[in-house]
């Protein structure tokens, strides 16, 4: 997810240098906060930019104070959130924030650290069951101890109360609602 918001970050810099090329009319249309362009482009670089410097911040953090990324963090606070404390590998990948490709990996590693077992699904041979191990779960509790403060120093202190509320209900739609698998989210079907 780092990797891709600084793709993003380059891109829209790189169009913001270009933009200095345009003359007065196309600037100052650019620049007109009644049109809807302008509007829903100006707040998705603003939570582009805001997603950047906080996981700047929060990674290196997380990783001092307990001993590991925040990428391994997302898939605690997944299990942990789910029922029974455990997800098909296959749902992991859809709900995680940080990465899809890497999945497998990643679970071996944390399942070497004991923070989780896979498991067979009974009645699917090739499906594997993630569950969350006790280790897991106390060690999920202290991550979230460590990350909120940061999380409030980063991004909570900069906004006033309204701010905060006004942020949480425009966004909330896109934390509360499941997102579609990847093949529908992109437009393609029957991949993998």
Request: charged share 30%; with cysteine; proline share 6%.
């Amino acid at each position: 997810m780092c990797q891709i918001l600084v793709l993003h970050l380059s891109t829209y810099q790189t169009l913001s240098r270009n933009l200095g090329c345009m003359d007065e009319q196309q600037q100052s249309r650019r620049d007109d906060p009644t049109r809807p362009h302008a509007l829903w482009l100006d707040a998705w670089r603003g939570v582009l930019f805001a997603s950047a410097r906080v996981l700047r911040v929060a990674d290196p953090a997380l990783i001092e104070d307990v001993g590991f990324p925040l990428v391994w963090m997302d898939v605690l606070a997944q299990l942990y959130d789910a029922p029974e404390h455990r997800l098909r590998m296959t749902e992991l990948q859809d709900r995680s924030v940080f990465t899809r490709s890497g999945m497998t990996r990643l679970i071996d590693r944390m399942e070497a650290a004991g923070l989780v077992a896979r498991r067979p699904v009974e009645g699917d041979r090739r499906g594997v069951l993630v569950e969350l191990t006790p280790e897991g779960e106390q060690r999920h509790r202290e991550a979230f101890d460590a990350h909120l403060p940061v999380i409030e120093r980063e991004f909570g202190r900069r906004l006033t109360l309204a701010q905060q509320k006004a942020v949480a209900d425009a966004l909330s739609g896109f934390w509360h609602e499941p997102s579609p698998p990847e093949s529908e989210a992109d437009g393609r079907t029957g991949r993998s």
